[in-house]
C-alpha cells in the first residue's frame, strides 16, 4: 500500500467515531432515584469575615409575617433544663450560629458531619444574618429531620440595650430570612444572645410566640484558649438527665467540632441519649428562672458595657414570674405580653 493511501486509511480509522458500546447489559429499570447523600460541612469555614460585601444584606420584611402561635402555658420566662422522670437520660445538644452586622461568620463543619453521621438529634440556634448569608446551608439544616431550627435573633444584639423597634427586628427579622431561604415553618424558640434579657425583651421574645431558651451547661467553647479536652472536661462535668448543652457552631468554638465525638463517646456510655429541645420539653417538665444568665443570676450583666449598641439602659425590672407554677406542663395557651412587637 502506498504510504499516502496508509497514513490515509489510518486517519479516517482514528477520526472515525467509536462503535456503539454492546448492548448486552439490561436496560436499567425504573424506580425511585436513590437519595442523594448530604453534601459534607467539612472542610470547616471557620473564619470570620469582618466588612466583607457578602455581608451587606437587606434587612427582609418582617411586618407581612403571618400572626405568631401562642406561647404554651409554662415556657414564660428563661429555660434552662428540663426535668425528667426518674431513670430518663436525655440530653439537649444546641449549638449557636451566631453573625452580626458586618460580617460574615463561618461554620464548624465537622458539628454537622459528626452529628449526621452518627444519627444525632440537635437544635441549632441561628442568627437571621447568619441565615442571609448562608442560605443554602441554612436550607440544608432545616431540610435534616434530625436538626431543629431556632432563632438566634437578626444580627446578635443585647437585647437588653436595644430600643422597641430593634427589638422587634431583632426577634422577627430571623423568621423572615428563614422564609425567604424556603423554610416553612416558624421557630418555637429563641436564644438571648450573650444569655442576656431584661422583662421588656422576655415579654417581646414570648409574645412572638417562642419561648426562651437558655442553658444549664456552658461548654465553654467561644473561648479560643478552650482547648477540645476542657470543652470535653466542662461538658461532662455539668450534663445530668434533661441539660440543654449550649455551644457554637459558627466557627468562634474553636475546638467544639475535635470535642464533639469525645462527648458523645462519653455520654452514650453512662446511658444518655439525645434529643432536640423540643422532644426534650415534651418529655418532662420545664425549670423556668425568672432571670437570663450564664452560670449564676446577674453574671451577664457584664455585657451591658456594650451600651454603645444603642445606648439604651437597661431594665432592671425582673422578669414577669412564670404563668404558672414552675413545672406546669407545656400545653394549652398563655395570653401575649403587652409591649410586644407586632408580628
Ligand atoms: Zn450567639
Same mark, same amino acid.
Given at each position: 500500500?502506498?504510504?499516502?493511501?496508509?497514513?490515509?486509511?489510518?486517519?479516517?480509522?482514528?477520526?472515525?467515531?467509536?462503535?456503539?458500546?454492546?448492548?448486552?447489559?439490561?436496560?436499567?429499570?425504573?424506580?425511585?432515584?436513590?437519595?442523594?447523600?448530604?453534601?459534607?460541612?467539612?472542610?470547616?469555614?471557620?473564619?470570620?469575615?469582618?466588612?466583607?460585601?457578602?455581608?451587606?444584606?437587606?434587612?427582609?420584611?418582617?411586618?407581612?409575617?403571618?400572626?405568631?402561635?401562642?406561647?404554651?402555658?409554662?415556657?414564660?420566662?428563661?429555660?434552662?433544663?428540663?426535668? /425528667?422522670?426518674?431513670?430518663?437520660?436525655?440530653?439537649?445538644?444546641?449549638?449557636? /450560629?451566631?453573625?452580626?452586622?458586618?460580617?460574615?461568620?463561618?461554620?464548624?463543619?465537622? #458539628?454537622?458531619?459528626?452529628?449526621? @453521621?452518627?444519627? +444525632?438529634?440537635?437544635?441549632?440556634?441561628?442568627?437571621?444574618?447568619?441565615?442571609?448569608?448562608?442560605?443554602? =446551608?441554612?436550607?440544608?439544616?432545616?431540610?435534616?429531620?434530625?436538626?431543629?431550627?431556632?432563632?438566634?435573633?437578626?444580627?446578635?444584639?443585647?437585647?437588653?440595650?436595644?430600643?422597641?423597634? =430593634?427589638?422587634? =427586628?431583632? +426577634? /422577627?427579622?430571623?423568621?423572615?430570612?428563614?422564609?425567604?431561604?424556603?423554610?416553612?415553618?416558624?421557630?418555637?424558640?429563641? @436564644?438571648?444572645?450573650?444569655?442576656?434579657?431584661?422583662? @421588656?425583651?422576655?415579654?417581646?421574645?414570648?409574645?412572638?410566640?417562642?419561648?426562651? +431558651?437558655?442553658?444549664?451547661?456552658?461548654?465553654?467553647?467561644?473561648?479560643?484558649?478552650?482547648?477540645?479536652?476542657?470543652?470535653?472536661?466542662?461538658?461532662?462535668?455539668?450534663? @445530668?438527665?434533661?441539660?440543654?448543652?449550649?455551644?457554637?457552631?459558627?466557627?468562634?468554638?474553636?475546638?467544639?467540632?475535635?470535642?464533639?465525638?469525645? #462527648?458523645?463517646?462519653?455520654?452514650?456510655?453512662?446511658?444518655?441519649?439525645?434529643?432536640?429541645?423540643?422532644?426534650?420539653?415534651?418529655?418532662?417538665?420545664?425549670?423556668?428562672?425568672?432571670?437570663?444568665?450564664?452560670?449564676?443570676?446577674?453574671?451577664?450583666?457584664?455585657?451591658?458595657?456594650?451600651?454603645?449598641?444603642?445606648?439604651?439602659?437597661?431594665?432592671?425590672?425582673?422578669?414577669?414570674?412564670?404563668?404558672?407554677?414552675?413545672?406546669?406542663?407545656?400545653?394549652?395557651?398563655?395570653?401575649?405580653?403587652?409591649?410586644?412587637?407586632?408580628?
Amino acid at each position: 500500500m502506498p504510504l499516502p493511501l496508509r497514513a490515509f486509511l489510518l486517519a479516517t480509522l482514528l477520526l472515525a467515531p467509536l462503535p456503539a458500546a454492546a448492548t448486552d447489559t439490561p436496560p436499567p429499570v425504573a424506580g425511585p432515584a436513590p437519595a442523594a447523600a448530604p453534601r459534607p460541612w467539612s472542610p470547616s469555614e471557620k473564619a470570620i469575615a469582618k466588612g466583607s460585601p457578602r455581608a451587606r444584606v437587606a434587612v427582609p420584611d418582617f411586618t407581612a409575617l403571618p400572626p405568631a402561635p401562642l406561647l404554651p402555658a409554662g415556657l414564660a420566662g428563661s429555660v434552662r433544663r428540663v426535668d /425528667l422522670p426518674p431513670g430518663e437520660k436525655l440530653v439537649a445538644l444546641t449549638f449557636d /450560629l451566631c453573625e452580626t452586622a458586618g460580617e460574615v461568620a463561618g461554620y464548624d463543619g465537622e #458539628i454537622v458531619d459528626t452529628l449526621r @453521621r452518627r444519627g +444525632i438529634a440537635a437544635t441549632f440556634f441561628v442568627g437571621g444574618h447568619w441565615a442571609a448569608t448562608h442560605p443554602e =446551608r441554612f436550607r440544608e439544616l432545616a431540610a435534616d429531620p434530625r436538626f431543629e431550627i431556632a432563632n438566634h435573633t437578626w444580627t446578635h444584639a443585647n437585647l437588653r440595650l436595644v430600643d422597641d423597634a =430593634r427589638l422587634a =427586628r431583632e +426577634i /422577627l427579622a430571623p423568621e423572615a430570612a428563614f422564609a425567604e431561604a424556603g423554610w416553612q415553618a416558624r421557630s418555637k424558640y429563641l @436564644r438571648f444572645p450573650f444569655g442576656a434579657c431584661d422583662a @421588656r425583651s422576655m415579654a417581646a421574645v414570648n409574645a412572638a410566640g417562642m419561648a426562651a +431558651i437558655q442553658w444549664d451547661v456552658s461548654t465553654g467553647d467561644p473561648s479560643p484558649f478552650a482547648s477540645a479536652d476542657m470543652i470535653v472536661a466542662e461538658t461532662m462535668r455539668g450534663v @445530668r438527665p434533661g441539660s440543654i448543652v449550649l455551644a457554637h457552631a459558627n466557627g468562634r468554638g474553636f475546638h467544639t467540632g475535635a470535642a464533639l465525638p469525645r #462527648i458523645l463517646d462519653r455520654l452514650t456510655a453512662q446511658g444518655y441519649h439525645f434529643v432536640s429541645v423540643g422532644d426534650l420539653l415534651a418529655r418532662g417538665r420545664p425549670v423556668v428562672t425568672p432571670t437570663c444568665y450564664d452560670s449564676h443570676p446577674g453574671d451577664t450583666d457584664k455585657y451591658d458595657h456594650w451600651a454603645a449598641l444603642g445606648g439604651r439602659k437597661p431594665s432592671t425590672k425582673p422578669l414577669a414570674a412564670p404563668e404558672r407554677p414552675f413545672g406546669a406542663p407545656a400545653t394549652g395557651t398563655a395570653k401575649p405580653a403587652a409591649g410586644a412587637p407586632t408580628p
